[in-house]
């Protein structure tokens, strides 16, 4: 499941014609947008602040990327020109320049290995072999005059690098093109070239109105058609497979796309009403739009990236960017019904000569209930129902940790048990001490409460329960002290029970939405605020250390200098009243 959350403008943009992409940085949070022909800048995510930037008189026709192996920003000028600077460099003009005989497409950079060079023939080299050959580099041509390179990636398979394009002919045709990588010298071994006909195995006169060549979580080239399917072309197994139907997106102009993660693609494109734009997240496996986002401009052909969780896209008049999240677990849990599954790929040899009892640990509760094949589920239910009717806490508390599968219905009657036992009745929640007081008492039912957040569940068969299981005072208990064991606390928490904790605060508001509007209890008023506090006072705390993070960066680098004004200027300025 993805989420996008609000739209910002990281820059505006001086063209949209001579817009020529963005890149990653040296560091993940920071990108490089080759804005014109003669203007890069680097932009950080996280507060969209420009902190670099460099003009050339010289007119750049690729995106400039970031070269780890060189440590040095790469670019493309006059279409047969190679320049590489570093991050101090004042002007690319005085920069070295390395001139080829053969017209370069653009560049591709590689985490572990060298950015390679693709040429607008269809060849390619890796930067440090090109450079050294530039003068004597092949000329053949392996893409015809009447053939554009529309996309190209590269990939690896089985530590053997790959590089894929896709071609597109004068007759609005596609082929995928694919060829091994030498070592180090990163050129292709022609013997292994192997062309593929973009086409659907079904008779239907649909076009490709989107495409796109995935490396990052499988190797893959995505279309979408013109009849709103999208199909995937497997790189590794070599086959073709329809994936789903995308009805969201109108049909009649082109579609961007880009990789999201988890299984997602984003895409781009028109609204059906053609009145506006719509960006989707579309799951690859389910086939099925887990997000949409509304905008109002739709730009032909835009440029569509994904950096460090956040979408990056060409609009009319400037790069916008959208944050997202993608969760499989829980959300997926909510959706499908279905709770997560431990796989166990260990083999055990059977011994029929052994009793039928069986070989795990259980408890005696439940010893009957097994020879009947009841569900762990029902089973659950039958013995912590009558663990409760029975008031043996001290054995719930055992027992609920035997059994993985918690039905929500019982997850609610033991929070009503817990809050009973617990009785903060006799307590105000709006003063700050009694509710320390109370909360820092290890008990029994504080013990269960707390194993109680950390148990999975779905949220759309939780909410009910709670309504019908819970009154408002309980869940207002219940909020309060959830926001205990965030702050006051003397428990470690791991990062993963934290996150439970935020989710129930979240599933505690929605169970009882309606009565918090209603109500003019000033208690309720009050553990609201106390929650939204606590949640603003987390983001400020992130925010401080996103925000910190660059400092932190150079002094790692050795970058970084306390300077005093008064110590570094030649001179001083004093004030003096008359």
């Known amino acids: ?303 569509l990236y994904c950096f460090h969780g956040r979408i990056i896209l060409e609009a009319s008049n400037h790069i916008g960017m959208l944050p997202f999240v993608l969760e499989i677990n829980r959300n997926l849990s909510s959706l499908l019904g279905s709770h997560e599954i431990t796989q166990d790929d260990t083999m055990e040899i059977a011994n029929w000569d052994t009793p039928v009892n069986p070989m795990f640990n259980y408890p005696k509760e439940v010893k009957s209930l097994l020879k009947l094949g009841l569900t762990e589920r029902s089973m659950c239910a039958q013995v912590i129902a009558k663990l409760v009717e029975q008031d043996d806490i001290n054995k719930i508390n055992e027992i609920i940790r035997k059994f993985v599968d918690v039905p929500e219905s019982i997850i609610a009657m033991l929070l009503n048990y817990a809050i009973k036992k617990i009785n903060p009745s006799g307590i105000d929640i709006t003063n700050h001490e009694e509710v320390v007081k109370l909360c820092s008492i290890e008990s029994k039912p504080f013990t269960l409460l707390q194993y109680l957040f950390g148990i999975g569940f779905s949220d759309a068969m939780l909410i009910p329960c709670l309504r019908n299981g819970l009154s408002l005072d309980s869940s207002m208990f219940l909020l309060t002290y959830i926001l205990y064991l965030l702050v006051d606390s003397d428990i470690k928490l791991n990062s993963h029970y934290e996150s439970k904790l935020i989710d129930w605060c979240t599933l505690l508001m929605d169970s009882f939405y309606q009565q918090n509007l209603l109500t003019k209890d000033e208690k309720v008023t009050h553990v609201l605020k106390n929650v939204q506090n606590v949640v603003c006072n987390l983001i400020d705390q992130l925010t401080a250390i996103d925000n910190s993070l660059p400092l932190l960066h150079k002094i790692v680098s050795g970058k970084h200098s306390e300077q005093d004004d008064r110590d570094t200027l030649p001179y001083t300025i004093e004030l003096m009243k008359i």
């Open 1 to 303: 499941m993805a989420k996008l959350h609000n739209y910002h403008v990281l820059c505006p943009l001086i063209d949209q014609n001579s817009f020529l992409g963005v890149a990653r940085d040296e560091l993940d949070e920071n990108v490089v947008v080759t804005l014109g022909r003669n203007v890069v800048n680097k932009y950080r995510l996280s507060d969209q602040k420009q902190i670099g930037g460099w003009t050339s008189k010289d007119h750049l026709t690729s995106a400039v990327i970031f070269d780890k192996e060189q440590d040095s920003y790469v670019g493309v000028f006059n279409k047969n020109t190679i320049k590489m600077w570093k991050d101090d460099s004042c002007s690319l003009d005085k920069s070295k320049k390395y001139k080829f005989s053969v017209n370069i497409m653009k560049l591709i950079p590689r985490d572990s290995e060298p950015s390679i060079i693709i040429f607008e023939n269809g060849n390619c080299a890796s930067l440090a072999y090109a450079l050294d050959n530039r003068k004597t580099y092949e000329n053949k041509l392996l893409v015809k005059d009447s053939e554009n390179i529309v996309d190209v990636a590269c990939y690896k398979i089985h530590k053997t690098d790959y590089i894929c394009y896709v071609i597109k002919n004068s007759k609005d045709s596609y082929d995928i093109m694919t060829c091994s990588l030498r070592d180090e010298l990163g050129d292709m071994e022609k013997s292994k070239l192997n062309k593929i006909k973009v086409a659907r195995t079904d008779s239907t006169n649909a076009h490709v109105i989107g495409k796109f060549i995935s490396i990052e979580q499988n190797s893959a080239v995505y279309f979408m058609w013109s009849d709103s399917k999208i199909t995937q072309y497997d790189l590794v197994k070599k086959s073709w497979k329809t994936i789903g139907l995308v009805p969201w997106i109108s049909t009649t102009t082109s579609v961007s796309m880009a990789w999201m993660g988890n299984d997602n693609l984003i895409l781009f494109g028109c609204n059906t009403d053609q009145d506006g734009a719509i960006i989707v997240a579309y799951n690859v496996i389910l086939g099925v739009g887990s997000c949409r986002y509304p905008m109002k401009m739709y730009s032909e052909n835009a440029k």
